[in-house]
């Protein structure tokens, strides 16, 4: 096939592009998308935040998919979670965008171990989920948050199944924090799976496909595994007059701690989970890496 002048001059210029891309080392891919992750997450402006998250993303995507890129840890992303599976299989990429105080949007990505990385992009669409606890949900339609844990639900080295912890701002007056779970299907990402046994007394067992607690936004609840104990640990919420006189009555802490057991590939609630009250809630902030600086959750105050 003859070449003809136009079609070298794209050829040269395409591969020029190819190895210039190649020269920049992924610590200079990691700052440049810091830098953008800053203005999104601290400018004033919701216009001026939206096109840094826009080119965040876009650039994000390119890296991700580059070979070579799972290997690097993104120490340099001081406002993103970077979430690793502890078996080493893939990892999550979040983080929040705020359009204003009442209005939160979460994106992500999900990189596989690779030679050169597949990834599959999380589109949030948590305002459209009818029942978040037993609606079944796929990398298009993902109920978002901003993960801040991975804990594999089994301990074989062919486990399927993860529980991922996740918070979202919600709203001007609560604060959402979800256990959901994430498995593959045919090689696609899926959330949802009939694995939360909910055991009371007075009621028969509830089974539900995600755990999601709110809470009101004037105080903090915990939810995360805890490893001594090997159970989900989360606050006990109790009605308490809210400090918003528009919010009405609010779900508060009140000191005392219910969890998940797991057995058998299924996590069982756990009424009690301490024996004692503490007068005053303890305040955990969610762990967003390791030790990579401090990670506001809940974006600009405008």
């Known amino acids: 096939m003859k070449l003809t002048a136009f079609s070298l001059v794209l050829i040269l210029v395409f591969f020029v592009q190819d190895v210039s891309a190649q020269e920049r080392t992924f610590v200079e891919y990691g700052t440049e998308l810091n830098g953008y992750a800053e203005q999104f997450m601290s400018d004033s402006l919701y216009e001026n935040r939206a096109e840094a998250e826009q080119l965040f993303d876009k650039l994000l995507s390119e890296v991700l998919q580059m070979s070579g890129s799972y290997e690097h840890p993104?120490?340099?992303?001081?406002?993103?979670?970077?979430?690793?599976?502890?078996?080493?299989?893939?990892?999550?990429?979040?983080?929040?965008?705020?359009?204003?105080?009442?209005?939160?949007?979460?994106?992500?990505?999900?990189?596989?171990?690779?030679?050169?990385?597949?990834?599959?992009?999380?589109?949030?669409?948590?305002?459209?989920?009818?029942?978040p606890r037993r609606d079944v949900l796929?990398?298009?339609?993902?109920?978002?948050?901003?993960?801040?844990?991975?804990?594999?639900?089994?301990?074989?080295?062919?486990?399927?199944?993860?529980?991922?912890?996740?918070?979202?701002?919600?709203?001007?007056?609560?604060?959402?924090?979800?256990?959901?779970?994430?498995?593959?299907?045919?090689?696609?990402?899926?959330?949802?799976?009939?694995?939360?046994?909910?055991?009371?007394?007075?009621?028969?067992?509830?089974?539900?496909?995600?755990?999601v607690m709110e809470y009101s936004a004037s105080g903090n609840a915990t939810l995360n595994y805890h490893?001594?104990?090997?159970?989900?640990?989360?606050?006990?919420?109790?009605?308490?007059?809210?400090?918003?006189?528009?919010?009405?009555?609010?779900?508060?802490?009140?000191?005392?701690?219910?969890?998940?057991?797991l057995k058998k590939g299924k996590w069982y609630s756990v009424e009690k989970v301490f024996t004692h009250i503490q007068q005053n809630a303890p305040i955990v902030k969610p762990k967003l890496g390791d030790g990579r600086g401090k990670n506001p959750l809940l974006g600009p105050k405008n």
Not at 94 to 114: A, E, F, N, R, V
Not at 170 to 182: E, F, G, H, I, Q
Not at 243 to 257: F, L, W
């Open 138 to 211: 796929s990398a298009d339609d993902w109920y978002g948050a901003l993960y801040y844990n991975i804990k594999p639900m089994s301990k074989r080295k062919k486990n399927k199944y993860y529980a991922v912890f996740g918070f979202d701002a919600n709203s001007l007056y609560t604060r959402r924090k979800v256990v959901d779970v994430l498995y593959f299907k045919d090689g696609e990402p899926r959330f949802g799976a009939p694995v939360f046994i909910a055991q009371s007394q007075n009621r028969p067992p509830r089974t539900d496909y995600r755990f």
């Open 227 to 261: 490893e001594e104990l090997e159970m989900i640990v989360y606050d006990n919420l109790i009605e308490f007059p809210s400090p918003y006189e528009q919010e009405g009555i609010a779900m508060m802490p009140d000191g005392s701690y219910q969890g998940f057991k």
């Open 74 to 131: 993104f120490k340099e992303l001081e406002r993103v979670s970077v979430q690793p599976s502890e078996d080493g299989k893939f990892r999550i990429f979040t983080w929040q965008l705020c359009q204003d105080s009442d209005h939160y949007i979460y994106s992500g990505y999900i990189q596989m171990k690779g030679a050169k990385p597949k990834i599959f992009e999380l589109d949030d669409r948590s305002g459209e989920v009818r029942n």
